[in-house]
């Protein structure tokens, strides 16, 4: 989906025009790739926009960056704030918001700590990712890229350079006419989607990848697994072999970009009946009646906007 424009960016702490956001061609980040960003959902509640765990993106942000020795000059609350002034600004939601931090221009070589560390933070209209019919089942291959082994790139980082992997994979998985692809990690065992964690439902139980598998630590994953076990099911973090991913009886992806996407094949052998299967349907349902209002934000996931248009 090409980016569909809004009025303001918010850069280093200040509103600026979306079309002064640009950076110099020699910026450390367009070489090499030292970026950390963030992937947040902005709902449309009745009394106004909301940002789903708006916190703890944030937190995970900042850890990214911890990560990458990127000094941020902004606390956790300042960089929420900092969403809330551009929802205001912009007066857009539901949106997609993107914050980033990134090396700027400074030096030409590898070393990054010569080149600052900038800030800015983004948002946009954006719909759905991986498909429209919210019950079909997307049909998935298992990669041929593996995810990073462990100690080259950090997992835990959600950084601009790990992308690299998800981009074979994904480009591997629309060229040969599937929706998604899931990487194995370097020893074989299941590890997530180019984009998203991966849940599997197997006799009744709930299994996720845990992190040492070479997984991001999906909020979204965090969300659904409290909102499983609220729902009365077993979840567990346990290692998987990329063939109960066939065997399965129901599976689905979990991020902010898909939400909770039900996959409907594997290699194109079936998954249940191909369309989202009744544990996944339960769950996504508790999940989308807290996003849209119906049941109430007992965990405190939902971070009001305040609406008044910021200058
Ligand atoms: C590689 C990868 N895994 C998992 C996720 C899901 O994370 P979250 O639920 O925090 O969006 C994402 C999306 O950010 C991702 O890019």
């Given at each position: 989906m090409?980016?569909?424009?809004t009025?303001?960016?918010?850069?280093?702490?200040?509103?600026?025009?979306?079309?002064?956001?640009q950076?110099?061609v020699?910026?450390?980040?367009?070489?090499?790739?030292?970026s950390?960003?963030?992937?947040?959902?902005?709902y449309?509640?009745?009394?106004g926009?909301a940002?789903?765990?708006a916190?703890?993106?944030?937190?995970?942000?900042?850890?990214?960056?911890?990560?990458?020795r990127m000094?941020c000059?902004?606390?956790?609350?300042?960089?929420?704030?900092?969403?809330?002034?551009l929802?205001?600004?912009?007066?857009?939601?539901?949106c997609?918001?993107?914050?980033?931090?990134?090396?700027?221009?400074?030096?030409?070589?590898?070393?990054?700590?010569?080149?600052p560390?900038?800030?800015?933070?983004?948002?946009m209209?954006?719909?759905?990712?991986l498909?429209?019919?919210?019950?079909?089942?997307?049909?998935?291959?298992?990669s041929s890229?593996?995810?990073?082994?462990?100690n080259?790139?950090?997992?835990?980082?959600?950084?601009?350079?790990?992308y690299?992997?998800?981009?074979?994979?994904?480009?591997?998985?629309?060229?040969?006419?599937?929706?998604?692809g899931?990487?194995?990690?370097?020893n074989?065992?299941?590890?997530?989607?180019?984009?998203e964690n991966?849940?599997?439902?197997?006799?009744?139980?709930?299994?996720?990848?845990?992190?040492?598998?070479?997984?991001?630590?999906?909020?979204?994953?965090?969300?659904?697994?409290?909102?499983?076990?609220d729902?009365?099911?077993?979840?567990?973090?346990?290692?998987?072999?990329?063939?109960?991913?066939y065997?399965?009886?129901?599976?689905?992806?979990?991020?902010?970009?898909?939400e909770?996407?039900?996959?409907?094949?594997v290699?194109?052998?079936?998954?249940?009946?191909?369309?989202?299967?009744?544990?996944?349907?339960?769950?996504?349902n508790a999940?989308?009646?807290?996003l849209?209002?119906?049941?109430?934000?007992?965990?405190?996931w939902?971070?009001r906007?305040?609406?008044?248009?910021?200058?």
């Amino acid at each position: 989906m090409s980016i569909q424009k809004t009025n303001k960016i918010w850069r280093n702490g200040k509103l600026i025009d979306w079309d002064d956001a640009q950076i110099h061609v020699l910026s450390h980040v367009v070489h090499y790739g030292s970026s950390v960003f963030e992937g947040v959902r902005c709902y449309k509640l009745p009394y106004g926009p909301a940002i789903f765990r708006a916190e703890e993106h944030m937190s995970r942000l900042l850890d990214s960056a911890k990560i990458y020795r990127m000094p941020c000059d902004y606390t956790v609350e300042q960089l929420v704030k900092g969403m809330d002034d551009l929802i205001a600004a912009n007066q857009t939601w539901p949106c997609y918001i993107r914050p980033i931090i990134f090396r700027g221009y400074g030096e030409i070589g590898v070393n990054p700590l010569k080149s600052p560390v900038e800030t800015y933070i983004a948002n946009m209209p954006w719909g759905k990712y991986l498909g429209e019919d919210p019950d079909a089942g997307v049909s998935v291959c298992v990669s041929s890229w593996t995810r990073m082994a462990p100690n080259t790139l950090p997992a835990l980082a959600k950084a601009g350079a790990n992308y690299m992997n998800s981009q074979l994979i994904k480009m591997e998985a629309l060229s040969n006419g599937y929706a998604e692809g899931i990487a194995l990690d370097a020893n074989g065992l299941v590890s997530e989607g180019s984009g998203e964690n991966l849940f599997v439902v197997h006799k009744g139980r709930i299994f996720t990848t845990p992190i040492a598998n070479s997984v991001l630590e999906g909020i979204t994953r965090d969300t659904i697994m409290q909102i499983a076990r609220d729902l009365g099911y077993e979840v567990v973090e346990q290692a998987m072999p990329r063939e109960l991913l066939y065997i399965a009886d129901e599976l689905f992806f979990t991020g902010t970009a898909a939400e909770i996407a039900p996959i409907g094949a594997v290699d194109k052998i079936q998954i249940g009946d191909g369309r989202i299967g009744p544990i996944s349907k339960a769950i996504r349902n508790a999940f989308f009646d807290i996003l849209e209002g119906r049941a109430e934000d007992r965990r405190g996931w939902l971070h009001r906007v305040p609406t008044a248009k910021a200058e």
